[in-house]
């Protein structure tokens, strides 16, 4: 079965550093991904973890354990626009995304 | 730029008539394409997949009827939402991952936001 779990809402201060955890239990698994989507928008993607370990991209860092199913998003140095909804994504081994619910992240000044 | 196109991307139908939606690769084929459906402050969710020259695969829950895939060539699938009603008013993205790096972005449409009225 296919059990993606993330935070359904969070709130931090512009400036702040902020983490989006992820737990997974997929069936088949062939990478995880983080997506950024504004409301009536295509997801953007943000990054994609198929190794254990550290991906650094900016202000953006996204960590991945396969042993744990557990992945986390961290947006550094917040800025209002980054108040979105994040989406957790892990790709099975056909291709398809099963995506979590999303975490709908504010940002206050 | 973006690596799949989809059109249109805002449609507003009446109930009752059919709406389709098209999703291209460009610039690469793609046998497998993916479709997606969200529902409002819901997550994105795996209706079906298409497979070019043969039969989709829909997910539990999806009609095969109400939702016509066709996947006729290597860079277009197309969904077409049948006898349309208000509760299929939803936004629809499609993806085409084959072939693309995975540490790059746009496997993804531009996404269909659909309004049945």
């Known amino acids: 079965g296919q059990n993606i779990d993330q935070p359904t809402e969070m709130t931090a201060t512009e400036g702040a550093i902020v983490q989006i955890n992820c737990t997974y239990q997929?069936?088949?698994?062939?990478?995880l991904f983080w997506y950024q989507q504004h409301a009536g928008e295509a997801p953007t993607f943000l990054s994609y973890?198929?190794?254990?370990g550290l991906e650094e991209k900016g202000r953006f860092s996204s960590f991945l354990s396969r042993s744990k199913g557990y992945s986390y998003l961290l947006l550094k140095e917040l800025q209002m626009k980054d108040s979105a909804s994040y989406l957790c994504a892990v790709e099975n081994s056909g291709y398809a995304l099963n995506f979590g619910k999303g975490t709908s992240l504010l940002v206050t000044p | 730029g973006a690596v799949v196109s989809q059109h249109p991307s805002r449609v507003i139908c009446k109930s009752g008539t059919s709406v389709k939606i098209e999703c291209r690769s460009l610039d690469f084929q793609a046998t497998t394409m993916f479709w997606y459906r969200q529902f409002p402050k819901k997550s994105l969710m795996l209706m079906a997949t298409?497979?070019?020259?043969?039969?989709?695969?829909?997910e539990q829950g999806v009609e095969k009827d109400k939702f016509l895939i066709n996947h006729a060539s290597l860079t277009l699938s197309t969904l077409t939402v049948t006898s349309a009603h208000p509760e299929d008013s939803s936004f629809y993205i499609c993806s085409a991952p084959e072939g693309v790096i995975r540490n790059t972005e746009a496997f993804f449409g531009q996404g269909t936001r659909l309004t049945v009225v």
């Open positions: 298409s497979n070019e020259g043969s039969k989709a695969t829909y």
């Open positions: 997929t069936s088949g698994f062939n990478g």
């Open positions: 973890n198929v190794l254990d």
